[in-house]
């Protein structure tokens, strides 16, 4: 299984990205949650956003709430996070990641997690 993320980039506090992560190896099923963490400069690795297998319904830290969106279109096997109003705090590797086994509880695990993008830098100037 393989989850390639992209999208990341420099840009201007206020601004919007679109972060993609296209997964290889595992379809997506009713049973699949997809998430975002990220991990700032001497930080520990943090939960930023999830949907919980196919509700379609997002879950988000307070931090990224109201600014952040999470989606994924199973026809392509691929998750997005769409992210606006950045804020130098937001600057970080973001991490996507999967799994088919995990339950409501530990969504904000990372350990709850089997499959892990390989990260892609966001760095917002301000």
């Known amino acids: 299984v393989q989850l390639q993320a992209s999208g990341g980039g420099l840009v201007q506090a206020g601004g919007s990205l679109r972060l993609s992560c296209v997964v290889s190896g595992l379809t997506f099923s009713s049973s699949t949650t997809v998430a975002w963490f990220r991990q700032g400069p001497g930080k520990e690795r943090e939960f930023v956003a999830a949907?919980?297998?196919?509700?379609?319904?997002?879950y988000y830290a307070d931090s990224v709430k109201g600014r952040f969106t999470i989606s994924r279109d199973n026809a392509k096997n691929t998750m997005y996070l769409q992210m606006s109003s950045l804020t130098p705090e937001d600057t970080a590797v973001y991490y996507c990641?999967?799994?088919?086994?995990?339950?409501?509880?530990?969504?904000?695990?990372?350990?709850?997690?089997?499959?892990w993008g390989q990260g892609t830098l966001v760095t917002v100037s301000s």
């Open positions: 990641a999967a799994s088919t086994s995990l339950i409501l509880s530990s969504m904000k695990s990372r350990s709850a997690y089997t499959y």
């Open positions: 949907m919980f297998r196919n509700t379609g319904r997002g």
